[in-house]
Every structure is written in C-alpha cells, then in structure tokens.
C-alpha cells in the first residue's frame, strides 16, 4: 500500500504543476489588452514604479515646487517633520497618525524637476493614493500660483492700444 501512495502524490503534483502553469498563461494572454488600461490608470502623469513610489516630473524650479508642496501639507493637514536642503535636491519628511511620507524633489535641470512621493504605512506597506494626492494637491498649488502671477503682474499683456503695459 505504501507503494501506490508514493506515484499517487507524483500524479498529484504532476497535476498540480499543470493547472497552475495554465494559470499563467491566462494573464499573459490578457496582457497586451491590459497595457493601455495600465498606462491610462497611471493619472496625469504620475508614474508609479515597482519601488512603489510615486514619481512625477515639472517643468518648474524645484524652489516653486517646495512652496507648493509645503502648501499642499499644511492643506491636507500633514505634519512636517524635517525639510533638508541638498545642492541638487531637497528632502522633505512628514506624517499622519498612520504614514511615514518622504518627499524627494531632485533638480534636473535649473527649470525642471523630478518630485518624488513616498507614503509608507509600517514597514511593508505602502500608500499610493495618498502619495497621488500630495502630487495632485502640489500641481493644484502651482497652477494657483499661475493664475496670482498673471493677475498680479500681466508681464506683457497687450492692452486696446496694442502697447504693452506692467
């Protein structure tokens, strides 16, 4: 009896091998008509990488965007704990009552940066809506910013005349 047993689990896991190798191929079969619906979920942009951090590139000086997001925090009740300044980025720290968030933003070039949001809840997990929204509520804040700076100044605004005016 003790033979029968021993090819019994081999067909067993012989079986098991081969339902779940059929398991793959569903998804891979499934992956050309998933790669749009992948790159559309992404948001305006934000890319969010295997890291598991959410990335997002401006074309504005890194000290725009840190006012910005400074502003975005404080709007979305978030506790800064430590701004740090570097020769090519700057780093900010922050929590909630449940996330350690860490906010990179490296200069690229004089005019464009690349931000970066972390949102970690414990070791492992990780908040990719929260970090969406520290993005979207910093592009929310410079597009404000925008909008005071051509209210304020109108830098070269033609007037009925045709001449510029200040």
């Known amino acids: 009896m003790a033979?029968?047993?021993?090819?019994?689990?081999?067909?067993?896991?012989?079986?098991l091998a081969l339902l779940l190798s059929g398991c793959a191929a569903a998804p891979v079969a499934l992956l050309p008509a998933a790669v749009p619906?992948?790159?559309?979920?992404?948001?305006?942009?934000?890319?969010?990488t295997f890291t598991n951090?959410?990335?997002?590139?401006?074309?504005?000086?890194?000290?725009?965007?840190?006012?910005?997001?400074?502003?975005?925090m404080?709007?979305?009740?978030?506790?800064?704990?430590?701004?740090?300044?570097r020769e090519f980025d700057?780093?900010?720290?922050?929590?909630t009552r449940q996330l350690k968030i860490q906010i990179n933003l490296e200069r690229m070039t004089p005019t464009l940066t690349r931000m970066k949001v972390n949102a970690k809840?414990?070791?492992?997990?990780?908040d990719k809506n929260t970090a969406f929204e520290i993005?979207?509520?910093t592009e929310y804040f410079l597009a404000g910013a925008d909008e005071m700076a051509e209210?304020?100044?109108?830098?070269?605004k033609p007037t009925q005349e045709g001449r510029a005016y200040r």
């Open 3 to 15: 033979k029968l047993a021993v090819p019994a689990r081999l067909v067993q896991a012989g079986a």
């Open 37 to 48: 619906a992948i790159i559309a979920g992404a948001g305006g942009g934000i890319t969010y």
């Open 53 to 72: 951090i959410a990335y997002r590139t401006m074309t504005r000086p890194p000290e725009e965007i840190e006012r910005a997001t400074l502003k975005a």
């Open 74 to 85: 404080e709007k979305m009740s978030i506790r800064v704990e430590l701004l740090r300044h």
């Open 90 to 95: 700057t780093e900010i720290f922050a929590s």
């Open 121 to 126: 809840k414990g070791l492992i997990f990780k």
């Open 135 to 137: 993005i979207y509520q």
């Open 151 to 156: 209210r304020a100044g109108g830098l070269g």
